[in-house]
């Protein structure tokens, strides 16, 4: 979902550790820079003095145990929550000042289901107002690069949850955003529509560089879709390790199969588990 919509609901493989809460090694300039971060549900610390670099251009995925605060850490970023301390810029600019997306869990609740498809991926178009000529060239040029097939003219309803997780999506892509945030999006999607999904990600991030922030509960998924998957600690949350993906893209299913990819998942699913058994 794009800034704004509904009124603000909206390459060998290699290991890169850093000490534990510190800022993520850069490999580039700085898009997201974190600092100080703090926010507390009741007694509950999520995070504490939180710091984070992410490089412009790179997809992040983040993972970690549950409830370390993962979804909590984009909601943040993006606005969604606010920080009881702390700073966070976009390439030294504010988050009102930066062109984002962001695609949700939970599609069913995120597409309005008075409006159609193709109304839906304008929206954000219109609610910015963009001639209704560029809205139509934006949806067009978007349609094109996905090779979508989809009946846009159907209403949310009408589509399965993949379709409606698709056209989610392309709702957020179409304001053609610095920064995209995913909230475990296809978390409720069958296997193959799954997968289907991820390859379309993967291509429209080789595509576009937009910098994406990927939160996951599949080990797998993230490291497949990431250059940097970034590993938390329980609550408060600190970097347990980041990790640099370097095998080339695109990746495909021969992938999970080959070692460099073996490898990293395996030391990302070690740091997992020695996170959860010392937390």
């Given amino acids: 979902m794009a800034a704004g919509d509904t009124e603000r609901m909206a390459e060998g493989a290699s290991a890169k550790p850093v000490s534990t ?20 549900f009741g007694e ?22 549950n409830g370390c605060g993962k979804s909590t850490l984009i909601n943040l970023v993006a606005g969604l929550l606010e920080p009881d301390a702390g700073t966070i810029r976009f390439g030294g ?7 984002f997306g962001y695609v949700f869990q939970n599609y069913r609740e995120a597409l309005f289901p008075w409006m159609r498809s193709i109304d839906n991926i304008r929206y954000p178009l219109k609610f910015r107002n963009i001639p209704r000529s560029e809205r139509s060239e934006r949806v067009e040029r978007l349609v094109d690069r996905l090779g979508v097939t989809l009946d846009l003219a159907k209403y949310p309803y009408q589509l399965s949850g993949g379709q409606q997780q698709l056209v989610s999506i392309m709702r957020s892509l179409v304001i053609e ?5 995913l909230d475990e999006p296809f978390s409720a999607l069958d296997y193959e529509m799954t997968l289907f999904m991820r390859d379309q990600l993967q291509a429209l991030f080789m595509d576009t560089r937009t910098t994406m922030v990927f939160v996951s509960h599949d080990l797998e998924e993230a490291v497949y879709l990431a250059d940097d998957v970034m590993l938390l600690s329980r609550g408060p949350a600190e970097i347990a390790d980041y990790v640099t993906v370097g095998i080339p893209r695109p990746r495909t299913a021969a992938t999970i199969s080959q070692g460099e990819f073996v490898s990293v998942k395996a030391h990302c699913l070690d740091v997992f588990q020695r996170t959860v058994r010392d937390a």
Avoid: Q
């Fill in 21 to 40: 809460g510190a800022p993520s090694p850069a490999t580039g300039e700085a898009h997201i820079t974190i600092r100080g971060l703090s926010k507390a």
């Fill in 44 to 65: 509950a610390a999520i995070y504490d003095g939180f710091d984070l670099d992410i490089p412009r251009g790179r997809f992040v995925s983040v993972f970690g145990p």
């Fill in 93 to 99: 600019k504010r988050l009102r000042d930066t062109n």
């Fill in 177 to 181: 955003p610095e920064v995209l945030f």
